[in-house]
Structures are given as C-alpha cells and as structure tokens.
C-alpha cells in the first residue's frame, strides 16, 4: 500500500465517515422534508482526536453556520500518519454552501502536505431536472480539469447528508433510503443505501483545564450524548452521529478512528506533542555527537 492511497484513505475516513443519513418523509415529498429540516439546523462546532491505535496523530474540526438563506459546512483535518519507518503529514480543508432547504450550491476543497496537493471546485449549475455538478480539479503544474456530471434528484455532499434524516422524524433502526452523495476521493457521484443499524449512549468531553502539573489539557466536564450507528456502501468504515446529524465517532479497520472531544483536548495537546518531539528529535544527535567526541 503507498503513501498516497493511505492518505487518501484518511481523507476518505473523514469525509465519509460524517456522509451516512438521510431518510425521505412518508408524508411529505423530499422537498418540503428538506426544507423543514433545513430551518432546524442549529450552528455549531464540533472537535475531534484522531488516532491510530491509542496515539494521537492528528486533530479535526467540523463546523455548520446559517445565515436567513445559507447553511455553511466548514470542515479542516490535520494528520501526521505513522507508516513506519516514515511519517505521512497533510491536512485538508473544505466548504460546502447550501440553501436552507439544503439544496447544495458550490463546495470547495483542498489538500496539501505529503499527498500530491489538489483544489476541487463544484458548482451546481441549472434548476431542477436539468441540473449538472460542475467539477474543476487543480493540480500543480497542470492545467485544471472541468467535468460535469448530471444530477437527478437529491444530492449531497458527505458533511451535510446525515442532517435530514437526524432532523426529521425520530431516527429508528433499519431505516434505510438510497441517496446520491458527491464522493471527493472518486470524483463522482456515488448512489448509496444508507440505513440505521442501533443507537448507544457515548460520554463525550465538552471541556477541558489546563494541567499546571503536566501542562497538558485534561478533562473538565463530560455529556452523555445517544448516538446512531450507520451503514451503507462503505463496510468498512463505522460511523455514529447525533441527534442533529453531526458525527461523533467514526473508525476503520486498519486502526485509524475520530472521536468527538474539546478543542483543547484535540488541537492544543496534540501540538505540545508535537513540539516535544521536535525538541527530543532535535537533542538525541547533540548526545551523540558529545559521546563520539574524542575523549582527552
């Protein structure tokens, strides 16, 4: 397995993991359902620890804000992958603008770091049964890419596919609905069944203090949050959300896994461990150049 295919795997984790909901009314055509869900959404900001095994290797944030006529979905992950003897470190940003009614408009997102960097742009061009995505892909040093993809019935990208069902009626196990979600790493539109395996309780950190004695951020408060556990097309991934749709855990089986907590917790301890690691990388080949020294 290479270096890029398991970045890639990583991005895929993040973006697919927060993809898995959305159930059509009984009642209501999936328009009116998605209109009303729409005006439910509540902004918020969600942080996540990322690991592989039991160590740290990254942080994640997920972000939704609504304006009178917008939903805004913000997402950032930043990761250094342990492929030994090497580390893979890169990070990747995306936005999603949609109406209230969470009919996507344009999404944008970027990946750098030790992965070949890409931008991909999509635009939703047209109304109703003649719409297309509109997708540009850039690389460096070579031209962009445009490519259109034809879109028939609801779409979504990964972030925001979970908000209709988790804000509709109550989400019960072994609901299912298929549905058209913008894959990144495909570049494609992919037709999912997504269904509601079971329901648990998690207890999820939602503050944290500093630690004079170890300077590291520790556990404050904790919440008692009912997540539900979702299937589809991706088998090998695990994901949880809440009851607004948001994730709060997501893992693979290679190891690799999210779960919701502080932002201190996530971001800031992980960049002390960063730190330290440059300053005991940076004094080991002191030490060894004092031993080697010749003695007189």
Do not use: C
Not at 262 to 277: C, H, Q, S, T, Y
Not at 279 to 290: G, I, M
């Amino acid at each position: 397995m290479t270096r890029r295919t398991v970045g890639l795997g990583i991005l895929a984790l993040w973006l697919i993991a927060l993809a898995l909901l959305y159930r059509r009314s009984t009642f209501r055509s999936p328009e009116q359902s998605l209109a009303e869900a729409g005006m439910r959404v509540s902004p918020a900001t969600y942080y996540y620890r990322l690991e592989q095994g039991t160590a740290q290797i990254g942080a994640a944030s997920s972000a939704v804000d609504t304006t009178t006529s917008e939903l805004i979905a913000t997402d950032f992950v930043r990761a250094a992958l342990l492929i030994k003897p090497d580390t893979l470190r890169f990070q990747a940003r995306s936005e999603g603008r949609f109406t209230r009614a969470l009919s996507l408009k344009f999404f944008i997102l970027k990946a750098e770091g030790d992965l070949t960097p890409f931008l991909l742009r999509g635009v939703i061009q047209g109304e109703g049964k003649a719409r297309t995505l509109q997708l540009t892909t850039e690389v460096p040093k070579k031209r962009p890419r445009t490519e259109e993809y034809d879109v028939a019935g609801l779409v979504f990208v990964p972030t925001v596919a979970p908000l209709p069902l988790m804000l509709g009626k109550s989400p019960k196990a072994g609901a299912m609905m298929p549905v058209g979600i913008f894959d990144p790493m495909s570049r494609s539109i992919r037709n999912v069944n997504l269904r509601i395996v079971k329901d648990s309780l998690f207890t999820v950190t939602d503050s944290a203090a500093l630690d004079s004695a170890t300077g590291r951020w520790v556990i404050a408060h904790e919440d008692t949050v009912r997540g539900w556990q979702i299937a589809g097309d991706v088998p090998t991934i695990t994901a949880w959300v809440d009851a607004s749709g948001r994730m709060i855990a997501a893992s693979e089986p290679g190891g690799i896994s999210l779960m919701r907590t502080a932002f201190e917790i996530a971001f800031e301890n992980w960049r002390l461990d960063a730190r330290a690691a440059q300053s005991s990388a940076v004094a080991k080949p002191e030490r060894a150049s004092s031993a080697d020294a010749p003695r007189r």
